[in-house]
């Protein structure tokens, strides 16, 4: 079984920076692929950043204010976002695509959520 464990978020005023942390543990094989979700109020899960093998994808709304990064060793994602707007308050959803045994295909996995609030 897998797991994904976040942290980091917060609440931060507005033009501040959050550092989220995702550790993937448990029974793992192959990371094909960690990133970033996130759900505002009343609106759909969306993409914030993806990682997988060195490359990176992001939202068009947080280019230029977050980095995603990862940590192979550690099984390890994060997500850097500075300059921070209120528009980006939202619950962050770890994400990854993970193969647990050499035999087995990759599924889907989900963390459970961090708040991040932007607001004076």
């Known amino acids: 079984q897998v797991q994904l464990v976040e942290s980091g978020g917060g609440l931060v005023q507005p033009g501040g920076s959050l550092r989220l942390s995702c550790a993937a543990s448990?029974?793992?094989?192959?990371?094909?692929?960690m990133g970033w979700y996130r759900q505002a109020p009343g609106k759909q899960r969306e993409l914030v950043a993806r990682?997988?093998?060195?490359?990176?994808v992001y939202a068009e709304t947080v280019k230029g204010r977050c980095t995603i990064s990862g940590d192979n060793a550690k099984n390890t994602v994060y997500l850097q976002m500075n300059s921070l707007k209120p528009e980006d308050t939202a619950v962050y959803y770890c994400y990854a695509n993970i193969r647990e045994h050499m035999f087995t295909g990759a599924r889907d996995y989900w963390g459970q959520g961090t708040q991040v609030t932007v607001s004076s």
């Open positions: 448990g029974s793992i094989f192959r990371i094909n692929a």
């Open positions: 990682i997988a093998s060195g490359s990176t």
